[in-house]
């Protein structure tokens, strides 16, 4: 009998012990959480709560808030700069993200072979991902400007392709051309230095077994590279998306909008509602039909890359 109750008070001693431990590990955890978690709450949460309750007011900085209900949704919802603003940036990003993608597996797969001075390229295409928006964005204004001392208009005027400096953002086409073009130099070299992880990742055996059974190399593209970087492809495809949407620099320095809105998206919109014209409460209500719609992108995507994985491993 004594023998048990020293056995009992032991076991009882030991999970005492244990539950303390388990209490220092759950508040070491906390305390390592706290930091991030109170910068989340702070610049993350409560400005989404501030900015719904924002949305059923008609506020300026200059008046007291007014609630309004659902007003600022069904006006921006009748809007039709809002909706122009909603195709132009669907017209970039079905542009844009697969051009990138496309320029980035070319140049990443040429990347990949052995060549000399191969490092001075991939240097080339990442160095501008790591600048700010600022400098890139002021130097191309500069590049493409329609002064006659602008860098395109001065050496295509030296060659004798022009004759009178071109103004690069009079029209929709060209100004589109031009944000494109300058949006996929800016951000393919994340996408290659991502493709290349991935490509050096596929066991040389896959191709040599490819080979083996008379694949060339389109096939070997198609049926080895490919299903090795389908998750990277994905993971890419949903990063270029958010990007797209979040399209507004580009749109800043080069056009404001313009022509006559045809460049105006979905984020400089909503810059010129909140900012320009200081109508806060629909500003906000058309930062969440932002939000619903490139939510319901990433869910579109999530559901393909879901499906996709599980297939693979079946």
């Given amino acids: 009998m004594q023998e048990y109750q020293v056995t009992a008070s032991e076991a009882q001693k030991s999970v005492k012990s244990f539950s303390r431990r388990r209490l220092r590990r759950e508040l070491g955890a906390w305390g390592f959480m706290a930091p991030h978690l109170f910068f989340f709450i702070v610049f993350t949460m409560a400005p989404l709560v501030f900015g719904f309750i924002m949305s059923f007011h008609r506020w300026t900085l200059l008046d007291e808030p007014l609630f309004i209900g659902w007003d600022n949704f069904v006006r921006v919802w009748r809007?039709?700069?809002?909706w122009q603003a909603v195709s132009n940036t669907?017209?970039?990003a079905l542009i844009s993200v697969p051009l990138t993608m496309l320029v980035?597996?070319?140049?990443?797969?040429?990347?990949?072979?052995?060549?000399?001075?191969?490092?001075?390229?991939?240097?080339a295409f990442v160095s501008p991902t790591f600048f700010g928006s600022v400098g890139i964005l002021t130097t191309w204004r500069w590049v493409l400007s329609s002064a006659p001392n602008g860098l395109v208009n001065y050496y295509l005027s030296s060659i004798g392709v022009i004759k009178q400096p071109v103004s690069w953002f009079t029209t929709a086409t060209m100004a589109w051309v031009c944000i494109i073009g300058v949006t996929v130099w800016w951000?393919?070299?994340f996408s290659v230095l991502l493709y290349l992880g991935a490509l050096r990742r596929i066991p040389p055996e896959q191709y040599e077994a490819a080979k083996i059974d008379g694949a060339g190399p389109f096939e070997r593209f198609v049926h080895v590279t490919l299903p090795w970087m389908r998750n990277v492809l994905f993971f890419d495809t949903v990063r270029q998306?958010?990007?797209a949407f979040g399209l507004f620099d580009q749109v800043y320095f080069f056009t404001g909008g313009g022509p006559a809105g045809a460049t105006r998206t979905m984020v400089y919109y909503l810059f010129e509602v909140g900012f320009?014209?200081?109508?806060l409460g629909r500003a906000a209500a058309i930062s969440w039909y932002i939000f619903i719609v490139v939510f319901g992108f990433a869910l579109i995507q999530l559901f393909i890359?879901?499906?996709?994985?599980?297939s693979a491993e079946e």
């Fill in 79 to 82: 809007d039709s700069r809002f």
């Fill in 187 to 189: 951000i393919v070299g």
């Fill in 241 to 243: 998306v958010l990007l």
């Fill in 104 to 123: 980035s597996l070319v140049f990443a797969l040429l990347l990949n072979q052995k060549w000399y001075g191969k490092l001075w390229l991939l240097v």
């Fill in 276 to 279: 320009q014209r200081q109508q």
């Fill in 90 to 92: 669907l017209i970039f």
């Fill in 305 to 310: 890359l879901t499906k996709s994985i599980r």
